[in-house]
């Protein structure tokens, strides 16, 4: 095992260097830079001295491989830099919005997991009965529906109800604050994020955990123990249950990967200041040091979540062994 | 393909296609409404001209947050326009979208996969990383970084959602031409002397259809909700341009209380379309391979 984790982590590195290379690539290819930018915002007159001089101080002036060592040296010494665009540390700048992103997506997971596993379970034990046609109608609506459409929708939703239970509107707050300062502030604002987004990845889950479970149900112990006279509901949460959850958990643990980095839209609807914001906007000031360092630290925990779900398999299931 | 001649009389008679199509409503009645729900858009698609009467994007400020009437069946936007109208050629957006990127996407990652799968060796394990990149980048990042270089517009929306398709294709696909490449008649055409290419092409690609066919059936209705996202961004189609999830930006969301047909109607269209897809793209996934399951 020790030895797998091993070797899957030096696998890591190929992956996280291409993908280095890819975003250092496709920054450059973007016309301009963040200096012409910069003074085109500040309105003032494109004084070839003055970009030269911002140039030189941001390290610009280099050639494009000295940039990109400095790059990778930044990357293997996790010193990411200052932002180009704001001059602040971007350890500082990825910390205070990660924290949000982390919440949102953390809510969303445990939101999805509470409601994929015992409906898809139900949705599978009772098969083909109103039940099953219910979940899984409320799951394949879930996965059609955009979760920006659903975020609206739940928005125009507080609207009316506030105003009909209170008389005026009552809107999410929107500066963030730490859930263990205010944790009524922290999750009114947050919950309503993790119920769009959760939605979507519990129907996923869902379906997922139905045709788990359905298959699990038709194995011999299956039918051995109920003919050993074990009860049903024992029978289905001890025998079925544990088995047809790893398929699960896969779908669990790359979901949670890609919504620390795909909240984009979630947070442009309910107007977060998450990763995903600071993404778009880092792209726009054609900010290199910013945009590297967060497509790196996404990469990565996409590249960690799957080790972990890899590991977390082998230990839930003692069948399966990574020898090789 | 090896194929082998029966002797006549024993040649299974084939069904008609019209049977066929009976046979398999009969059988997934929901993938039978998933496809319905598929003709009616693309038949909304190619007649918008007829079954529409107003023009999708011109102004008419005589008639604006209109609600939902005769006149105006879904109503009409801020500026405007008709709802209904926007969403019939909003249509032709989602499906060009849809369809070309993901047969684009799917088909080099089909070729892809299968060559990956038949050369092996370090070919395949240095595809394989390339492939793990590709999956690991955020699409956004792409997309964004897509629109920085090229600028927006439909073709580079479809650039931006054909890339991120092709790895996940090329892996399924390859999975099952690791099986196909094992089987004898591969062997059997290499002792033919036939060259790669022509084993690639013509022996291991047909043999990996059902699963190529599911991948870019699933991929036609994910295309159209990234399409959406993209467009609800700014980052995707550009006014005046009508596409769904651009008419869920900005005005749907301020008028969402007094107008709220502008930002119901749209996310409707969004979710039928891709509901249609997936529904279908199931039913035809256990009708063309029960085994297989995504």
């Given at each position: 095992m020790l030895r797998y984790v091993i070797k899957r982590l030096l696998l890591m590195i190929p992956t996280l260097f291409g993908a280095a290379v890819l975003v250092f690539v496709l920054m450059r290819m973007v016309p301009g830079d963040i200096c012409v930018l910069r003074l085109a915002t500040g309105g003032g007159s494109m004084d070839p001295q003055v970009i030269n001089n911002c140039r030189l101080e941001l390290g610009l002036d280099k050639p494009y491989f000295a940039q990109f060592l400095a790059f990778l040296k930044g990357l293997a010494t996790l010193d990411?830099?200052?932002?180009?665009?704001?001059?602040?540390p971007i350890i500082s700048e990825v910390g205070l919005r990660f924290q949000l992103s982390l919440q949102v997506a953390i809510m969303a997971t445990v939101l999805s997991i509470m409601i994929a596993i015992p409906l898809g379970t139900i949705s599978a034990v009772k098969q083909n009965t109103w039940i099953d046609y219910v979940v899984r109608g409320f799951s394949i609506a879930g996965v059609a529906m955009p979760s920006f459409w659903l975020g609206i929708l739940i928005i125009l939703g507080i609207l009316i109800t506030s105003k009909a239970w209170f008389g005026r509107p009552w809107m999410p707050p929107i500066t963030y604050v730490p859930i263990w300062q205010d944790p009524l502030y922290n999750l009114s604002m947050l919950v309503w994020p993790a119920l769009a987004t959760g939605y979507r990845y519990s129907a996923v889950a869902t379906r997922m955990t139905r045709s788990a479970m359905l298959e699990v149900l038709r194995e011999d112990y299956v039918r051995t123990a109920r003919a050993k006279g074990l009860f049903r509901k024992l029978i289905v949460r001890r025998h079925a249950l544990r088995n047809a959850l790893l398929p699960v958990i896969t779908i669990i643990g790359i979901e949670f990967a890609f919504l620390m980095g795909g909240l984009v839209v979630t947070e442009q609807v309910f107007n977060l200041n998450g990763l995903g914001k600071l993404f778009v906007e880092s792209v726009s000031n054609q900010d290199y040091n910013m945009t590297q360092a967060l497509v790196m630290l996404v990469v990565a925990i996409f590249a960690f979540t799957n080790l972990a779900v890899d590991v977390v398999y082998a230990w839930l299931d003692p069948r399966i062994r990574y020898n090789r | 393909m090896a194929t082998i001649t029966r002797p006549a009389d024993q040649a299974p008679s084939r069904p008609s296609p019209l049977a066929l199509l009976w046979q398999f409503c009969v059988q997934n009645p929901l993938g039978a409404a998933g496809g319905f729900l598929v003709l009616v858009m693309i038949v909304m698609a190619v007649s918008a001209e007829v079954v529409?009467?107003?023009?999708?994007t011109s102004n008419n400020f005589g008639a604006?947050?209109?609600?939902?009437?005769?006149?105006y069946w879904l109503g009409t936007d801020q500026f405007g326009r008709d709802v209904y109208t926007r969403i019939v050629f909003g249509a032709r957006t989602a499906l060009l979208v849809g369809f070309v990127s993901a047969f684009v996407g799917g088909t080099i990652g089909l070729v892809l996969g299968v060559a990956s799968a038949y050369f092996g060796g370090r070919f395949d394990l240095v595809f394989q990383r390339v492939m793990d990149v590709l999956m690991a980048f955020p699409l956004i990042i792409l997309a964004l970084a897509v629109v920085s270089i090229f600028g927006t517009g439909i073709q580079n929306v479809i650039l931006a959602i054909t890339v991120p398709f092709i790895p996940r294709c090329a892996r399924v696909v390859r999975s099952s031409a690791l099986a196909v490449r094992e089987t004898p008649f591969i062997d059997a055409a290499r002792a033919c002397g036939f060259g790669h290419t022509r084993i690639v092409l013509r022996h291991m690609v047909p043999n990996v259809m059902a699963p190529y066919l599911i991948m870019v059936t699933a991929a036609v209705g994910q295309a159209i909700l990234i399409e959406a996202s993209l467009s609800f961004l700014g980052l995707g189609v550009q006014e005046p341009v009508p596409a769904w999830g651009l008419m869920l930006r900005g005005g749907a969301q301020e008028y969402a209380?007094?107008?709220?047909w502008v930002a119901i109607f749209p996310g409707v269209a969004i979710s039928l379309a891709v509901f249609g897809f997936n529904l279908f793209g199931d039913a035809l996934r256990d009708w063309l391979d029960p085994k297989m399951k995504v």
């Amino acid at each position: 095992m020790l030895r797998y984790v091993i070797k899957r982590l030096l696998l890591m590195i190929p992956t996280l260097f291409g993908a280095a290379v890819l975003v250092f690539v496709l920054m450059r290819m973007v016309p301009g830079d963040i200096c012409v930018l910069r003074l085109a915002t500040g309105g003032g007159s494109m004084d070839p001295q003055v970009i030269n001089n911002c140039r030189l101080e941001l390290g610009l002036d280099k050639p494009y491989f000295a940039q990109f060592l400095a790059f990778l040296k930044g990357l293997a010494t996790l010193d990411f830099g200052n932002s180009m665009w704001t001059g602040r540390p971007i350890i500082s700048e990825v910390g205070l919005r990660f924290q949000l992103s982390l919440q949102v997506a953390i809510m969303a997971t445990v939101l999805s997991i509470m409601i994929a596993i015992p409906l898809g379970t139900i949705s599978a034990v009772k098969q083909n009965t109103w039940i099953d046609y219910v979940v899984r109608g409320f799951s394949i609506a879930g996965v059609a529906m955009p979760s920006f459409w659903l975020g609206i929708l739940i928005i125009l939703g507080i609207l009316i109800t506030s105003k009909a239970w209170f008389g005026r509107p009552w809107m999410p707050p929107i500066t963030y604050v730490p859930i263990w300062q205010d944790p009524l502030y922290n999750l009114s604002m947050l919950v309503w994020p993790a119920l769009a987004t959760g939605y979507r990845y519990s129907a996923v889950a869902t379906r997922m955990t139905r045709s788990a479970m359905l298959e699990v149900l038709r194995e011999d112990y299956v039918r051995t123990a109920r003919a050993k006279g074990l009860f049903r509901k024992l029978i289905v949460r001890r025998h079925a249950l544990r088995n047809a959850l790893l398929p699960v958990i896969t779908i669990i643990g790359i979901e949670f990967a890609f919504l620390m980095g795909g909240l984009v839209v979630t947070e442009q609807v309910f107007n977060l200041n998450g990763l995903g914001k600071l993404f778009v906007e880092s792209v726009s000031n054609q900010d290199y040091n910013m945009t590297q360092a967060l497509v790196m630290l996404v990469v990565a925990i996409f590249a960690f979540t799957n080790l972990a779900v890899d590991v977390v398999y082998a230990w839930l299931d003692p069948r399966i062994r990574y020898n090789r | 393909m090896a194929t082998i001649t029966r002797p006549a009389d024993q040649a299974p008679s084939r069904p008609s296609p019209l049977a066929l199509l009976w046979q398999f409503c009969v059988q997934n009645p929901l993938g039978a409404a998933g496809g319905f729900l598929v003709l009616v858009m693309i038949v909304m698609a190619v007649s918008a001209e007829v079954v529409t009467v107003y023009d999708p994007t011109s102004n008419n400020f005589g008639a604006m947050l209109e609600p939902p009437s005769r006149e105006y069946w879904l109503g009409t936007d801020q500026f405007g326009r008709d709802v209904y109208t926007r969403i019939v050629f909003g249509a032709r957006t989602a499906l060009l979208v849809g369809f070309v990127s993901a047969f684009v996407g799917g088909t080099i990652g089909l070729v892809l996969g299968v060559a990956s799968a038949y050369f092996g060796g370090r070919f395949d394990l240095v595809f394989q990383r390339v492939m793990d990149v590709l999956m690991a980048f955020p699409l956004i990042i792409l997309a964004l970084a897509v629109v920085s270089i090229f600028g927006t517009g439909i073709q580079n929306v479809i650039l931006a959602i054909t890339v991120p398709f092709i790895p996940r294709c090329a892996r399924v696909v390859r999975s099952s031409a690791l099986a196909v490449r094992e089987t004898p008649f591969i062997d059997a055409a290499r002792a033919c002397g036939f060259g790669h290419t022509r084993i690639v092409l013509r022996h291991m690609v047909p043999n990996v259809m059902a699963p190529y066919l599911i991948m870019v059936t699933a991929a036609v209705g994910q295309a159209i909700l990234i399409e959406a996202s993209l467009s609800f961004l700014g980052l995707g189609v550009q006014e005046p341009v009508p596409a769904w999830g651009l008419m869920l930006r900005g005005g749907a969301q301020e008028y969402a209380e007094s107008a709220p047909w502008v930002a119901i109607f749209p996310g409707v269209a969004i979710s039928l379309a891709v509901f249609g897809f997936n529904l279908f793209g199931d039913a035809l996934r256990d009708w063309l391979d029960p085994k297989m399951k995504v």
